[in-house]
């Protein structure tokens, strides 16, 4: 992330989150609501186009995608289970 001066407080909440639970398989969809009250696919959009304001670190950008993948238009998305 860039020195988080210029992100939106939403933004970098949004991205922190993401990370700490990429170890896990991601955040629960629970979490999710609780923290943002937003659905996890709303998460996950907002989560990307913070990830492009914030112009991440490719390697973080890369340990997103392995847990939270870029959604395709008309296309469901599926993610691992996340821990109870």
Do not use: K, N
Request: hydrophobic residues 40%; aromatic residues 10%.
């Amino acid at each position: 992330m860039s020195d988080g001066q210029d992100i939106p407080r939403e933004a970098r909440e949004l991205i922190t989150l993401a990370r700490t639970w990429i170890p896990y398989g991601g955040v629960p969809a629970e979490l999710v609501f609780q923290t943002f009250g937003i659905t996890e696919h709303q998460f996950v959009d907002r989560l990307w186009a913070a990830v492009q304001d914030a112009r991440c670190d490719p390697h973080l950008v890369r340990a997103l995608s392995s847990v939270y993948p870029r959604r395709q238009w008309g296309a469901p998305t599926t993610r691992g289970s996340s821990p109870a």
